[in-house]
Structure formats: C-alpha cells, structure tokens
C-alpha cells in the first residue's frame, strides 16, 4: 500500500513482484485503499496542514522524500516542528525517535504516501511515524494491551488510583480520569505492567474486571496474520477451526435476522466480518477448507436475498459499487462476486462487463490459498451464467457475450490459479516442502475444476478446442515449470475433455510434453492417454466402427512423438521409455489387431533405444529389466502363440538384450504359454527359431549364472522343455518334414550338456520311433519307406550313444531295450540286424556300466522282458541271446536275485518266439526244467532259512504255472518235493514271527489251489492230472 | 442499463508468464543447526552450524555454511548496533545463572538449554539477515559467509552491483 501512491511511483525501492513487502501494486493507485485515501485527502488538502501516516516499526520521525536522498523545500520547518513533537512524546514515554528524511535515514522507497501528500496533494507537513516498538515484534505490534474497569471503594484507594493516573500516566492510559470513589474508571494496561497494576489493584482492596481482554483484537477483529504465512501446529487446528466456525456462525445469524428486516447495510456488515474469518494464515488447507465451505452455505441466504430484492434490476449497480468500500480485500471481492452473480442474473445484458471485471478484481487476492479458494467461489458462483453461445448465435450479443468471453474467462481464471498454487511451493522454510507438496495436491481439484468447466461449455466445438483452448492451457501448464501442477494438469486434461478432440490435437499435446520440467513422469501422463485412446478405439469397433479415424494415423504419431520426447528429455530414465514402448504395443493390439508390423516397429524402437543408452545386457532385477520383460510378454500372451511370434523379427533382438535370467524367464514363459495353448511347431525353420528364442534353457550361456538352482527347479524346467518337444509336430501328411525338424532339435537339445539331455533326448527318440511307424502306415505310397525307417533308427541311435557318453546307464539302456521293440514291430529290410544291434547294445550297457548289485538285477528283469516280447529274431540271434540272459543271471551277486532272475529267464524259453517259428511260443521244457533246476539249486544255497523258504514257495509257484501250461518235463514230484522240503525242513526251523506267518499263508493260498485242482479234475483233456499231490 | 461506470478499472499491465512463474526473488534461509560442545574445563563451548541459502543478489556466496559460537552473534549484534540504522532485535539471554558451580544440570551445556538458544539464534539471525539495510553491513556478510570473523575488518558497507 504504502508504495501505491503516484509520486514518483516506481522509481526504486518498490518490487513488482505481487508477493513482496515492498509490492507496488503494478499501477500506481491499482488499490482501492490508497485511492480512497487519495480522494478523500484531496478533497480536504487545502485546509490540510498536516499529513501522518502511522507505521511500525524502530521509533523514527520520517520526513519526505522517499524517491531521493535530496531534502525537500521546506525540510528545516519540517524538522523544527518534528523535534517539537518528538520531545513531547520523549516526555511521556522517554523514547527516543529518530528524526531525518526516510531516504536517508532508512532506504529508498518510492510510492510511500507521505511523498504523495506532500508532492502530490500539496500539504506542507508530512510524516511517517514508525512507532516505538524497536523490533522486539518487528511489524505486528502485540495484542494483548487490557482495558480495566475500576472502582475505587474508599477514600485510600481512590487516592492511589489519582496518584497513579497523575504520576504513572506513561505507563497507565486512563480513559476516564477517576473522579470520586465509587466513581468507575476505564485504564488501558500495556502487557508488562498488568501484573503489577493487578497487585495494586488487589492490595487496596479496590473492584475491577477486565473489560477488554485484548486491545488489537477489539480494534481489528480478525485473526492475527503471522508474518511468515507459517500455519499453526496440527494439535491447533481443531481449536482454530472451531472458533472460526462459532464466529461465522454468529455473524450469519446476524446477517440473517438484519436480511429479515430488510437492513440490508447492517447485513453486509456482518458478511463482512464473517467473511474476515477466512483471512486467515493459520488454517492448513483442509480447515481452511472447511471453513470456506461453512461460509459459502450461509452466502447463498444472501445472495437469495438480493435476488429476491432486485429482481427488477434496480440499484443494483450501486450496490455492486458499495460493497467494493468493505474494509478489507477478502469480505470485499467475495461480496463482490455475490453482488455480482445477482447484477448478472438480474440483468442478462451486463453478463460480459460484470464477469470480465470479477476476474480481473480477485488478482487483488495473492495469497495462494486465500486466492485459490476465492477465484474457486468464483468460478462456483458462474458456472450457470458464461456467456455458453456460440459466436454466430444472434442471442450473443455484444453485451452478453459468446462462448469466446465464457473461455477468456475460465482461462484467465485458470492461469491465476495456477499461478498461485505453483507459487505455494515457495511459501515457508524449505525443509517443509514434503509437507507442502502433499498441500498441494490436497488443492490441485480446485485447480482442475477450471478444465472441467471448460469441458462442460456446449459450445465449444473442436475447432474453438484446437485453436484457443487448448493452447491456452498449454502455455500455462508448460510456463509453470512445476512437475506437481504439470503432472496434475496434463492428467486433468486427458481425462476431461471428450476423445474425440485429444485425437484431433495429438501433435499440440503431445509436442507440450515434450517441453515439461525433467521431473514431471511423462511416460505416466502418455500411458494414461494411450489407455484412454485405446479403450475408445475398441468401444468404436464394438459399435462397428473403424476403431480410429483413417486420417488419424494415431499409431505414428504417438510413436514419432515418444521419440521426440526420448531426444528432449535425455536424462528420462530408460524403463520408462520402455514403459512408453508398452503403451504403444497395446495400443496396436488394441486398435490395429491385424497389424503385427507395428508391433515390431515397436520393438525395433526398443531395439534403438537401448542401443543409445549402450547397455550390453540389461540386468533382469533392475527397473529397466521389469519394463522389458513386461514389454515381451504382452505380445507373448497376446497372440498366444509361439509362431506368431516369429514374424516378429525384432523379438528375438529385444530378447538377446536381456541378462541370462531375464532370457531364462521370459523363455519359461514362452514355453509354459505354448505347452498352455498347445501351440504346434511345424517347419524346420521354426523350430530353429523357437529353440533359439529358448535357448537358455536349452543349452549353457556364456553368461549364466546357475550357482544356487535347485536342482528340483532344474528338473521342472527341463520337464517343460522334454513337454516342449511334443510339441514339435508338421502336418500329418508331410513325413520327411518331421525328420527333418526332429533332426534340427536334435542338433539344439544335443549341445545341452549332461545335465539336460536325459530329459530332452528321450521324448526326440520317442518322437522318432512314433515317425517310424507313421513311415511304416504310409509304406505302400513312399517307395523309399524303408530307407528312411532306417535312416530314423541310426538316428535314435546316435541319440542315445550320446546319452551313453554323458555316462549314463539305465536310461539309455531301456531306449535300446525300446528301439530293438520298435525296429522288430516295423518290418523293413533290416529291421533284424538293427534291433540285433540295439539289444548287443543293451547288453553291452549292462555288462560294461552297471554294477550295482539291484541295478543289474532291475535292468535284467527289463532284458528279459523284452526279449520275450522281440519277435524278430531268426534262431541263430535269439539262442544266444537267450543263453547270454541265463548266464547273466547266474552270474548276478546275490543268491536271491539270481533265484529269481533265473525264473524270469526260463521264461523266455516257455513263451518267446523266433522268426522261425512265426509267433507261435517256444515251449522248450527241458530248458525250462533246467533254468528252475538250477534256480531250486540256488535257492537252498541260502543260508537264512527264512529267505529260502519265501524263494522255494515262489518257486513252487512256478512250477505249478509251467505244470498248467503243460510243460511235461514237469512232474507232480517236483512240486510235492519242493512242498515237504519247505514244510518238513525249513518251517520248523523258524521261530514264530511275521515273516513266518507269512510264508506260511503264501504256501498256503498255493496248496488250496492246488487242492482245488486235485479235487475237481478238468474234463478237458489238454491240462494235466494233479493227482498224487501231497498237500498234507 | 449501463454498466460501464460499475466496472471502470485502471488500466494494469499484462504479466509475464515469466513473472508469474518465476521462483521469488528474495529468497533467504538461514539455518542454525547442529550444535557440538568443544574441549573440557575453561575451554569448554559449543557452537553452531550457520548454514545460508539464498538468491539475493546482494550476497556473492549463494550457499554457504560456517560455524559460530555465542560471542559471534554477540559480535555480530554489537557490530550492528553500532553501524547500521537499523533496531537490532534481542540476543537470548547470557544465562548467567547456568553458569555458576553445582548445579545438577550440565549448566549451559544442558542439551535443551542448547536446543532453546539454537531457535533463539536461528530466529535472530534470520531477522536481521531480512533487513535490507543489514544486508549492506559487511559484518553480516563475514559473520555468514567468511570461515573466519576477521574482527581488525574495516566496517564498511557492501554496494550491491
């Protein structure tokens, strides 16, 4: 204010910036205060001798001039009469102000009223006083002066109290001298002697009360500013709060009982002292918030009021005049924006004028939160009457307005707004910023709710967005500077206005986020859009629309812009690139489904991105990890298929770029969604692409890190890849392709290491085996079946040599024991010599590598077996075969196992069969005989009679078996032999346990069968008499 | 009706985005912080972390921390007192009684004692740091600035350019 006036305004010693001490006001007489004083001073300067203007602080006496360190005409007069009254007052209160012209005892200062009214309204004396607090309280005086009522009782007390009120007057401000006793007297107290005066007033026993609590409170009946706008600690705002409610709450009921009988000048004045309640400094934004809304509801009375009151139109403009007198800044433009919400609605005509000056008038507020709320009241208050018509419509009249004045004016709205809430961020100490920024966003929805309205005006069109709108709110959101509001802004407008115009203005926006503060996350801000613009693209297809217009090329524009904004903004880190890449890959699924090539552009940008940033192999924890994953996964579960995949040259790229266990993971994700979709592989081709893409699981990496698997993971994984390879599947009808694929992962599965091949070759030897066959069905229409069948064989072969050289045994044994079946079921040329040579293998295998004692007796078990099944084999290669299998059975190391063994042996004599006899079963008895001999023999070898007996009960089984089946050579003594030795010799011999019982019951169930037979004789004549069986 | 008498405004200047945006410019922020009590016996004393931030342009240092202990500020005070027209606001008190022997407390190095004269320091200082006329004073600009009072200077003021 006091650098406000126009006499030499803005010379120096004044700031332009509104936030200021020191703020001149941007005009000379821009206030209403200075230019009040200025009338009314220029109205009486004539017969005006002397002008002071009361300040604090520091005890100076200040003449003119303020603009220069030149004294004025008349300084000495000046000076005299200054000295005159600054030794009265030296008098009263022995301070000791200092006297001189304020540019030379102070500091320049341009624009101070004293200048004014000496320069400029012609009075001869002017000074400032700056009071006589030296700054113990700097430029807020305290408060707490007290008035006391007193009244002396008797004649000694009303002597002390004259005394003091002749004595002590410097100190005690007597507002009515005190006359005679029982006389009451009013005393102001400064703070530092109420105690004394209160025990003077207590030792004479004199009555008295405090009258008036706090002076400064009385006088100006507002809360107290602090200076540096700091706010009260949270445990206060509560109480704050309240009393600032109970005060609105009594002043409304004021005004309306003054409304009710229609003083409508005393009404105002209480709005006025209700509306001073939201002066304050003190609130945090919530309370303040709260406060705001208590005041807002009891306004609407008043606004009815007037409405009710003027409808005709009358008067109103005086009133809209009269309230811009109100006392202080805040009641006077929220009464102005009242008063001028009924001007408009009373009178349509006034609409542009009445909005364009409300606007303009609440700059007065730069307070950023006093402002905010108060252009918020505004922009609630109008928000039925902008001017909503379109330029051409014949209702806009000059004097109405059209939808350009209704977007001027949330515009310059908005930008104050703005302005105020970026300037928040610089309020107070810079340690409380966190608690600052978290204010702020509490505010930004009055900020945004400027964009709503602009949303909401029906008339603008897409040409009137385009080309004013939008811009306009670019300028100021990209001007700001501030991540906080751009971040909110650059949302807020997004989400508020229609689908239809963000496509039409892409380039602007887009351009605009190039340009934002560094710390603004702009990959967020173009997720959010794409999102947006996306979800409308499949809205419109469901509606049988393209999903964006064709002119719109929406996919290269948000692609050559995210590059523009990769290359201005070079410190973004780059998962959040990635992140973009993502937006932009589902934005293609989405709205370009049948264009897979702009998938892969997408990631050939990637590609190109992480080229810049030179990162050999991006670490799979880190963020930029996360992104890329997530970004080749979404076409992975997109497209749900692994071929597709591959006409996506740049996958596989993007996918070399990951560290080991980012290719390992995404590779188990692949795998996982084809074995899931059962994605067949059919081409050779393919299958070298896709086992590339898998390849760490595959194959050792060069940079692997396999320290701490475990080991049931491994198998897990390497299980999916065994799955993986059935899988591997060319049309039924296309053989040779098969092979040729079989070979090609062959090649893939064969480099991966000991560890990996006995879970990945054996489902590729089964596969080829199952190709054999096939070959074998189609044999009449393929001429070279055979040589292929051949051809597959050496293969399996050498697939499982290799199993052999990475030191296994069992495994690649049963495959020999599977493809001597195999090649002896498919008749080709030969098929003989080859199944031949797989069982040499095996028995080689067993020979050589297995020697465990219940390994050996295991995989014999499996010799035998399938030898009983091979049926290939001329006389010459199954006899000694056979005899190898006998021999390798006695040979086994402990007597049990050989006992049994041999029983399986003699086996192979009853019913295996050779190419000679043509399926039919061998029935050699006397070998059979033999092969049980021997076993019996064995078996009484052991010394535990226990075990002998279990293995002699088993083996009378087999003889009754063999007996059955008609085996001559077997007698019914043999069996009562081998019955009375268990019963005679051996079961006495154990002492009663389970393992007894057992026996016993085993031999048991045996006798009762036989019993059964021996009793009821079968009538036909092909099985044998039991007679002569001695079960008892 | 005519409403152009009701709303008849002096003519303002536009603002600048630049303007309305720009970060103030008086920005000034000083810190005392980090108080550390020194030697044993006699020698004993604490002093303080006086650290400035600002963009007046009338300091040449934009960011600077020094240490100072209580007859620094004393110092500084009286310097003022003496050359600059300014009301130099209060010191905290000399705490005399929390100097003498036996007490039950650790006198003036009682830890809230310090913590109470650091915010009675860091307000003082912050005052007159404000004050456009200190601001001129070259001791004010040693005392926040300089590693070391140089207390022969040549009291004098500083021109801002």
Redesign the interface.
């Known amino acids: 204010m006091n650098r406000n006036f126009d006499f030499h305004w803005d010379e120096g010693g004044s700031s332009d910036l509104p936030c200021a001490e020191t703020y001149n006001g941007g005009a000379a007489f821009s206030e209403i205060e200075s230019r009040i004083i200025r009338d009314t001073i220029l109205g009486i300067a004539n017969q005006t001798l002397v002008y002071l203007t009361v300040h604090s602080y520091g005890q100076y006496w200040l003449t003119p001039w303020g603009y220069t360190a030149d004294l004025p005409a008349n300084y000495d007069q000046l000076y005299d009469l200054a000295v005159r009254a600054v030794d009265k007052l030296t008098a009263v209160y022995g301070t000791q102000y200092t006297i001189g012209s304020s540019t030379n005892v102070l500091y320049v200062n341009t624009g101070p009223s004293d200048d004014w009214a000496m320069g400029g309204a012609g009075i001869p004396y002017a000074y400032t006083l700056e009071l006589r607090d030296t700054g113990k309280y700097g430029f807020e005086l305290p408060a707490e002066y007290q008035v006391y009522q007193v009244k002396a009782k008797d004649r000694v007390s009303f002597d002390v109290l004259v005394k003091l009120y002749n004595e002590r007057s410097d100190v005690y401000d007597f507002w009515t001298e005190p006359r005679y006793v029982d006389f009451t007297t009013d005393v102001m107290v400064p703070p530092a002697f109420t105690k004394t005066f209160v025990d003077v007033l207590e030792a004479f026993n004199m009555e008295y009360h405090i009258k008036i609590d706090d002076v400064q409170h009385t006088i100006i009946p507002m809360p107290t500013m602090s200076k540096s706008g700091s706010m009260s600690p949270l445990e206060d705002q509560d109480k704050l709060l309240d009393e600032a409610l109970s005060v609105v709450k009594v002043q409304a009921l004021q005004m309306k009982r003054c409304l009710d009988k229609r003083k409508l000048m005393d009404a105002l004045k209480h709005a006025s002292t209700m509306l001073g309640e939201l002066r304050t400094s003190l609130l945090s934004p919530k309370s303040y918030y709260e406060l705001y809304m208590a005041i807002c509801d009891e306004l609407q009375h008043l606004e009815m009021y007037l409405l009710d009151e003027f409808q005709n139109g009358r008067k109103v403009a005086d009133l809209y005049e009269l309230v811009q007198y109100a006392g202080n800044i805040i009641p006077r433009l929220y009464l102005l924006v009242t008063v001028g919400v009924v001007y408009i609605k009373t009178n349509e005509q006034s609409r542009r004028d009445i909005l364009r000056d409300l606007v303009e008038m609440c700059r007065g507020v730069q307070h950023p939160l006093r402002g905010l709320f108060l252009r918020n009241y505004l922009l609630q208050c109008t928000r039925n009457l902008l001017p909503d018509l379109a330029e051409n419509d014949p209702l806009a009249t000059e004097s109405y307005g059209n939808v350009r004045d209704a977007v001027d004016f949330i515009q310059l709205n908005f930008s104050e707004m703005n302005k105020l809430w970026v300037r928040m961020a610089y309020q107070g100490h810079s340690r409380d910023k966190e608690r600052r920024e978290r204010e702020r966003q509490e505010l930004r929805l009055l900020v945004g709710t400027n964009l709503v309205r602009l949303a909401q005006l029906d008339s603008v069109d897409v040409e009137l967005y385009k080309k004013v709108v939008l811009p306009g709110i670019l300028e100021q959101v990209v001007s700001c500077r501030d991540a906080l509001a751009q971040e909110y802004l650059m949302e807020c407008i997004i989400q508020v206005f229609p689908d239809e115009v963000h496509l039409d203005t892409l380039h602007t926006y887009l351009k605009a986020c190039a340009e934002l503060h560094t710390d603004v996350k702009v990959h967020v801000i173009l997720v959010a859009l794409v999102e947006r613009l996306a979800a409308y693209g499949q809205r419109q297809q469901a509606l049988g629309q393209p999903p964006i217009p064709p002119h719109i090329p929406l996919f290269d524009i948000f692609s050559d812009q995210i590059g523009n904004i990769a290359q201005a903004r070079p410190e973004m880190p780059s998962e959040n690139l990635v992140s973009l890449q993502v937006s932009l890959i589902s934005l293609a699924f989405r709205c370009y489904p049948e264009k897979i090539n702009l998938v892969d552009k997408v990631l050939e940008s990637t590609l190109v991105a992480l080229d810049k940033i030179a990162v050999e192999k991006v670490d799979f924890d880190s963020a930029l990890g996360k992104e890329l994953n997530r970004l080749l996964r979404m076409p992975i579960s997109h497209y749900n298929s692994l071929v597709t995949l591959l006409q996506l040259p740049h996958f596989g790229q993007v996918l070399q770029r990951l560290d080991f266990n980012g290719r390992k993971s995404v590779a188990l994700h692949l795998v996982n969604n084809a074995l899931d979709n059962e994605t067949y592989i059919t081409t050779q081709e393919h299958v070298d692409a896709v086992l590339n893409m898998l390849a760490p699981l595959i194959c050792d990496q060069p940079d692997q890190v396999l320290t701490g698997q475990d080991a049931e993971d491994f198998a897990e994984e390497q299980n999916l890849m065994a799955r993986m390879i059935h899988l591997l599947a060319a049309e039924d009808t296309d053989l040779d392709q098969q092979y040729r694929m079989l070979t090609s992962a062959r090649k893939q599965f064969g480099a991966g290491g000991a560890r990996r091949i006995p879970f990945t070759l054996p489902p590729l030897i089964y596969e080829a085996f199952k190709l054999a066959r096939k070959y074998f069905d189609v044999r009449q229409e393929d001429e070279l079946w055979e040589k292929k069948c051949e051809k597959i064989f050496t293969f399996c072969h050498q697939c499982i040599a290799a199993l052999v050289k990475a030191e296994l045994a069992e495994l690649p044994l049963r495959l020999f024991l599977q493809g001597a079946l195999a090649a002896s079921q498919i008749i080709f040329g030969t098929h003989e010599t080859l199944a031949y040579e797989f069982i040499s293998q095996a028995f080689t295998l067993y020979e050589e590598e297995i020697s465990d004692s219940k390994a050996q007796f295991a995989a014999l078990t499996l010799m035998a077996a399938s030898l009983e099944k091979l049926d290939c084999f001329s006389e010459e290669n199954s006899a000694p075969v056979r005899s190898k299998c006998a021999l390798l059975a006695s040979a086994l190391l402990r007597k049990p196992d050989q006992c049994r063994a041999l029983i399986l042996v003699s086996n192979l004599f009853w019913s295996s069969t050779t190419k000679e006899l043509e399926g039919k079963p061998m029935r050699d008895g006397k070998k059979v005989l033999e092969c049980l001999r021997k076993a019996g023999k064995v078996a009484t070898e052991c010394l535990d009679p226990g075990v002998q007996a279990q293995l002699i009960v088993e083996l009378v089984n087999v003889y009754v078996h063999f007996f059955h089946q008609g085996n001559q050579h077997i007698t019914v003594t043999h069996i009562n032999e081998l019955i009375s030795k268990v019963r005679q010799d051996l079961l006495p011999q154990l002492e009663n346990s389970d393992e007894k019982e057992l026996i016993e019951r085993h031999l048991g169930a045996s006798c009762e069968m036989l019993r059964h037979r021996r009793d009821n004789p079968s009538t036909t004549s092909d099985t044998p008499s039991y007679q002569g069986i001695i079960l008892d | 009706?005519?409403?152009?008498?009701?709303?008849r405004?002096?003519?303002?200047?536009k603002?600048t985005?630049?303007?309305?945006?720009?970060?103030?410019?008086?920005?000034l922020?000083i810190?005392v912080i980090n108080p550390i009590t020194h030697g044993v016996a006699k020698k004993r004393y604490t002093d303080y972390e006086v650290r400035m931030?600002t963009n007046l342009p009338v300091f040449k240092i934009k960011e600077s921390s020094v240490r100072r202990r209580y007859s620094d500020f004393e110092w500084l005070r009286s310097e003022l007192e003496r050359d600059s027209?300014?009301?130099?606001?209060?010191l905290p008190g000399k705490a005399i009684k929390r100097q003498l022997p036996f007490r039950n407390d650790d006198g003036i190095y009682d830890e809230d004692f310090i913590e109470d004269r650091r915010k009675s320091l860091e307000g003082f200082v912050n005052?007159i740091a404000g004050h456009?006329?200190a601001q001129n004073e070259r001791c004010l600009h040693m005392f926040l600035q300089e590693p070391v009072i140089d207390k022969n200077y040549v009291p004098g003021k500083i021109r801002p350019n």
Do not use: C, G, S, W
Request: no cysteine; net charge negative.
């Open positions: 009706m005519d409403n152009t008498e009701a709303t405004r002096l003519h303002t200047k603002q985005l630049d303007d309305a945006y720009a970060a103030p410019a008086n920005f922020e810190d931030r027209k300014i009301v130099v606001p209060p005052k456009p006329l």
